[in-house]
């Protein structure tokens, strides 16, 4: 259904290879959910003019949505800003004659956005300001998604402050400073906003943005603000305006990096993608379009030559599996590349693994390359909660030249930096498993694979949430 037509028109004339960045924004007040949008990009070319341009790095991106901070002062107006430990925040008002050095916020009224903003260090010299409010939260309800999250403050010429957090962190939370050329506050813009666009200038003042992290899924943003306890000198107060937030949208990563796919629904371990069959040993066996497992003697073999996995520049694995409940308490591995070691073949080398249990309760992903006395001991890896509940779960895991990413179920769980062996070109090829490890001894993985997928580069997080069956900020 054709719910709104529009054409831009963008002519850029240069010399080749000139850059020339084209941003549209798209109205979808009309759209309903459910509702599919069509983008249509061409490209033209003069007559008698160069081959035709490349069309490239196509992005969509959602709008910010700004929230004004406010307390329980007003009983005709929604308090969404509290203390940090729950309890009702009524910030008085100081008139003109600043906030004082009580250690308490106050409200200046008829400022900024909302009319108000929440101040600390408002009285200071040249040599003292030594004042130190109580930590603050803003929460806001949303609907369930991914969202990345910004907080908002004042600043004139001075350099003004704020510390803010997606944690109510331990000590103190992250500080950000206006006018830090070195720093992560920047002047906010009015084309980051959706309508309506919050006040940007007041006077001699300004708002600045800071972006202060991404959710995971959530249907409730909270967000820690704190003065600067640490200042003892000049104009370093903080006026907290409110946040914002966007949803991250998930993209579809296509299958042009998809080199490997086994989906078990024709009831082969056959690669649908390449050619790098599977061999099912054991008992292992396919129902339903799964690969089932039972830990006992059996898993699914690839053939690692033919993967090749130490030829990637990057990598991304993925799996959505099911685990036998309770029954993956050992050293367990969903998935594994690598070798067990000729001389002690209890021992597993060179390897990239993803597990959903182990005996120490967590998920993993982890690579270990080049250590043949305690591979274990140099991992770069990234723990996760340990699934080992009988419920369908999603897991991926993503590699670079520089760092290893674990995802479960579209949140990501975190990265690490890799050390100076644990990279791609050293894994080795010798083994590829589904459901066993290259370690000889440790027992082999319960449950069952609905799919399993090999890329051959680093999804995005956003690419990620999609084959998560993430799709709700797209509707």
Known sequence: TLLDYASYDHVALGTDGEIFPVVVTLDLSKANAGDEIFLRFNNYMLEGGDPWPVLDNVQITSLITYVDAKDASDPNVAANTTFATGEELIAGDPGTSGSGADGLWRQRAGLANGGNIFESGGSWEADLNTEDCPRLMTSVDVTEGVYDVYVYFWADAAQWRIQASLENLDGDLPLYLAHDP??????ADASYFGE??????????NLWQVWIGRTGMTSTIDVYIDDDPNHLTGNARTWYDGI????????????GNLTHSYTFENGTADDMIGDANGVLIGDANIVDGSLILDGLDDWMEMPGDVIDINSY????????????EGANTGFTMLASFGLSNPNATWMG???????????????????SCGNYSDPWATESLVNGPEYDDGLLHHMVATVT??????????????????SENNHIENISTAQAYLGKAPYGQDPEWAGTIDEFNIYNRALSEAEVLYLAGYRTACQ
Request: no cysteine; glycine share 8%; proline share 8%.
């Open 349 to 367: 080398v060179d390897y990239l693994m993803i597990t959903s249990a182990r005996g120490d309760d967590v998920s993993r992903a982890a690579i």
């Open 313 to 324: 520049n990057e990598i991304t694995i993925e799996a959505w599996y099911t685990p036998t």
């Open 244 to 255: 914002g937030y966007k949803p991250v949208l998930p993209s579809d990563p296509g299958i």
């Open 196 to 205: 309506p666009v919050p006040m940007l200038a007041e006077s001699n003042r």
């Open 182 to 187: 070195n720093g992560e506050a920047a002047l």
């Open 401 to 418: 030249a520089t760092e290893i990413a674990l995802y479960i179920d579209g949140e990501l769980m975190g990265k690490s930096a890799l």
